[in-house]
């Protein structure tokens, strides 16, 4: 099951406006190297917008946010936090859910379905503890 990340206004803000950017000044400079990097820039950014996302299969939570790729074992799940924490991470709102897995690992998501995404988590793998803040938002 393919669950895309929720994407927040001001991150599209910044990822269109820089887009944009990036496009008129390739226009006006009319340079090989503006060209480039401004293509290469625009490519990363519309490639992280339409390709973050979680697919669910096979025991797996296969992570892809553009050119980054990575697995979660979902018997290896321990627990499922609530976060804001901005730091880098395959998501696009700041609405996210902090996967503890292995013995100290921690990857981040933020599935636009959070209550179907604990749920399919949940029926293969009973013992994931899930935060409070985190069931409260699957009833809304």
């Known amino acids: 099951m393919y669950f895309p990340s929720k994407k927040d206004n001001w991150l599209a803000l ?12 390739m ?11 401004g293509l290469l820039i625009i490519c990363l950014l ?9 697919k669910i299969e096979e025991g797996l939570i ?3 946010s553009g050119p980054f790729r990575s697995t979660v074992k979902i018997n290896e799940i321990k627990r499922l936090n609530a976060t804001k924490n901005p730091l880098a991470g395959p998501a696009l709102s700041i609405d996210r859910i902090e996967i503890i897995h292995r013995k100290y690992d921690i990857s981040i998501v ?4 959070v209550a179907e995404f604990i ?3 949940l029926t293969e793998n009973q013992y994931i503890q899930v935060d409070n803040n985190l069931s409260n938002d699957k009833n809304n």
């Open 62 to 64: 296969k992570i892809k």
């Open 110 to 113: 933020s599935p636009k379905n």
């Open 14 to 25: 910044i990822i269109w406006g820089v887009t944009l950017l990036m496009g008129w000044q």
């Open 119 to 121: 749920r399919v988590l």
């Open 27 to 37: 226009i006006t400079y009319k340079s090989l190297v503006s060209y480039i990097i």
């Open 46 to 54: 519309l490639w992280l917008w339409f390709g973050t996302g979680y």
